[in-house]
């Protein structure tokens, strides 16, 4: 029997609804799938003794779920102060305009189509909202666009895609670059190092309490797909079809689509780099 804490980055039992640190507790929105896990996570981030809270990812564009966020924050006796994106894709970000609507925040995110409020997020900005600090990462690959948020003072990093609960995420190809992904996972497990991260709050699945064995194991991850994608070509498989076909067997099918994707980048990092 496997059990969780057996498994890379040492996943807590079940979903992440709820409380997880002493600042971030998920609202798991209802859109469960082989891509989405049990649903998008939405974070709510309150320093203790604020009224003031920070939500990351109100998720899709579902009125129950968002009315949900805004409850769950008013019942620990806080009001939504401030909206962040982790990227665009609109299982995170459908939802904001609206959730905008309702709670009278800016949504502040790197993409600039993605903002209300004009102001936007950059790399090295620090957000204080009600004694609260998020330290902004820059971390593409999975899409252009994509953020993770440091929260210091919990040891926690917010993920969005980058770094699932359960599994590995895709390479979003042709927005997303493998070069990219991989930079940003070293630069995330410097932050395991260095500022003692240990806590990933993911945008999907499961908290994580082993920050730094869970992006280890995505670099190795990553390094052994790339081997396999290889030696696939060299044996022939041309297309990313092809690959995914010979690669990805063991898999759900139902997931080889967005395989597909990944292969993309993947054979775009290998001719980059004069492998194939």
């Not at 974070?43 to 003031?52: T, V």
């Not at 209300?116 to 593409?140: A, C, K, M, N, Y």
């Not at 280890?216 to 297309?239: C, F, I, M």
Request: net charge negative; with cysteine.
């Amino acid at each position: 029997m496997t059990y969780p804490t057996d498994l890379p980055g040492r996943p807590r039992p079940g979903a992440a609804g709820g409380p997880a640190t002493a600042r971030a507790t998920c609202v798991l929105a209802p859109n469960p799938s082989v891509m989405t896990l049990e649903g998008t996570n939405t974070w709510i981030l309150a320093e203790p003794g604020s009224d003031a809270a920070v939500v990351v990812d109100p998720g899709p564009l579902d009125e129950a779920h968002l009315a949900n966020v805004v409850a769950t924050a008013e019942a620990a006796g806080k009001r939504v102060a401030l909206t962040l994106l982790t990227h665009g894709h609109v299982d995170h970000s459908a939802g904001a305009a609206r959730f905008a609507e309702l709670t009278g925040t800016r949504v502040r995110a790197l993409d600039p189509a993605l903002r209300l409020g004009g102001e936007g997020l950059g790399v090295g900005d620090v957000v204080t909202t009600g004694g609260l600090e998020l330290h902004v990462i820059s971390t593409p690959g999975h899409t252009a666009d994509s953020l993770c948020f440091h929260l210091p003072a919990d040891g926690a990093l917010l993920t969005g895609d980058t770094v699932l609960g359960r599994g590995t995420t895709i390479v979003a190809h042709p927005d997303g670059r493998l070069g990219d992904y991989l930079d940003s996972l070293r630069r995330l497990r410097a932050l395991t190092v260095d500022e003692d991260v240990t806590v990933v709050l993911p945008g999907h699945g499961p908290v994580l309490d082993d920050a730094r064995g869970a992006i280890e194991y995505y670099l190795a991850h990553r390094a052994k797909r790339l081997a396999q994608v290889e030696t696939a070509v060299e044996n022939g498989h041309r297309t990313a079809e092809e690959v995914v076909a010979a690669v990805y067997a063991d898999v759900d099918r139902a997931l080889w689509p967005a395989a597909e994707l990944s292969v993309r980048a993947q054979l775009d990092y290998l001719d980059e780099h004069g492998l194939i």
